[in-house]
Structure formats: structure tokens, C-alpha cells
């Protein structure tokens, strides 16, 4: 019994829901119930959450190293050239 009441204060942390059940004494049948409930709404919202990958950069950004890896591919530049342009790129943008 005591690794479920150790899962569910892992899944509390995970979703947020620690804040909400630190004050409910798991000791009692009632606050167990109330404290599963409160992890088990956290985490329904946190699977309904979209499945997605934030840009990391911005689509410019994204476009010009799209670009330089196109004309590496396409043999228009040497791998050197490639990797010196896509560097520069990254570089200016970090530092706006």
C-alpha cells in the first residue's frame, strides 16, 4: 500500500497537483479518495494537452538553414561552406 501512496505523491508533483493535496492527511480513507481525485483531474488535463514540438527557433531562422541544407544537398556548396553559414546564422540569431 505504501508504493501507491508513493506513486501518487510522483504523479502529484507531475501535474502540478502537490500544491493542492499537501494540506490532506493521507492517513484517512477520505483524504486518500480526495487526493486521488485531485491527481486524477490533473492528469486528464495533462492528457488533453496537444501533442506537439514548440519551435525551438523562428521560422526565418528555420527557413535559412532549411536553404543552406538544400544547396549543400543539391552540390551547389561544400559541407564547410554549409556548416560556416549555418553557424553564422545561428549566431546572429541568438544574439538579437
Known sequence: MADLWESLDFWAGLTGAMLHID???LYTPEGRTQATNIVLEGLAAHNAMPIGIPPMFSEGLRDSLVNELDM???GMVTADTTAQQMHNRVSLWLIE
Open 23 to 25: 494540506n490532506i492527511d
Open 72 to 74: 549543400f544537398l543539391r
